[in-house]
């Protein structure tokens, strides 16, 4: 692949250095809620076990961090690889997310000290780290109809 000579290569920043918060592996538990029977009377009414684990590393270059999750939600499989970054033209950071059945997301991502938000067009969540940068508390929230309702909560714990 030829590399455009009248693009301005990215330089590598603090922003970059951020994500190495999200490097590791990662065991998850908590619950989920979202489907098609999810009622906005009671959206936590169909709980479904969460276990997964995810291993984050960086890509070659240190630009971009690489996710893997394997996750069994109620006994299914529900795997996601995300890429995390820094839009050179925005400054903003940003996830690209694929999933195994089909769907991809893009989210716009804030940071505010230990707190990254991950904004999309259905779906948003909150990922809190602690103290000492070893546990995570994720809760993602999605958008089926006209208003937001709990998509899962969950806690994940730094192996390594």
Request: proline share 6%; charged share 25%; aromatic share 10%.
């Amino acid at each position: 692949m030829a590399i455009d000579e009248s693009e301005t290569p990215p330089i590598r920043g603090p922003q970059h250095d951020a994500l190495a918060v999200f490097l590791g592996r990662w065991r998850a538990e908590g619950d989920s809620y979202g489907g098609p029977s999810q009622s906005p009377d009671d959206p936590r009414g169909a709980v479904a076990p969460w276990v997964s684990t995810h291993t984050a590393r960086w890509h070659t270059g240190e630009f971009f961090v690489v996710q893997d999750e394997r996750a069994v939600v109620g006994g299914a499989p529900f795997d996601t690889l995300s890429v995390l970054g820094v839009d050179q033209a925005t400054g903003h950071h940003f996830a690209r997310t694929f999933e195994n059945h089909g769907f991809h997301r893009h989210y716009d991502v804030t940071v505010d000290g230990r707190v990254w938000t991950f904004t999309g067009l259905r779906e948003r969540a909150r990922v809190e780290l602690s103290d000492d940068g070893r546990t995570q508390t994720i809760t993602w929230e999605w958008r089926p109809h006209d208003r937001w309702l709990p998509l899962c909560d969950r806690v994940a714990r730094r192996e390594d």
